[in-house]
Nanobody
């Protein structure tokens, strides 16, 4: 499975960005998809996840109400819409895929089998 994340950039606090992650090489709808982020000197942390059908979504408390994860299985793409961005959202954002379609609280990096290269999000205050 290959994952290609895009959509990062520099944005002012309070602004919005939409990240995309295009997948290839596996039946997309058979994979739980996730977004993680990693700031300099910090561990990779879970941001959001979505089941294979898109019917179940889950968010870290730090982004709940501001970020929305979605997927388009016809386009093999998962999205992360980010609103009301804060300086603490600054990080490299990674998309990832698991070898199962059902949501089972996959909130840890080792729950996922495939990773994209990451896209930088920088929020200026």
């Amino acid at each position: 499975v290959q994952l290609q994340a895009s959509g990062g950039g520099l944005v002012q606090a309070g602004g919005s960005l939409r990240l995309s992650c295009a997948a290839s090489g596996r039946t997309f709808s058979s994979s739980v998809m996730g977004w993680f982020r990693q700031a300099p000197g910090q561990e990779r942390e879970f941001v959001s996840g979505i089941s294979g059908s898109g019917g179940i979504t889950y968010y870290a408390d730090s982004v709940k109400g501001r970020f929305t994860i979605s997927r388009d299985n016809a386009k093999n793409t998962v999205y992360l819409q980010m609103h009301s961005l804060k300086s603490e959202d600054t990080a490299i954002y990674y998309c990832c895929a698991a070898r199962r379609a059902g949501w089972a609280s996959q909130t840890r990096p080792y729950d996922y089998d495939y990773w994209g290269q990451g896209t930088q999000v920088t929020v200026s205050s």
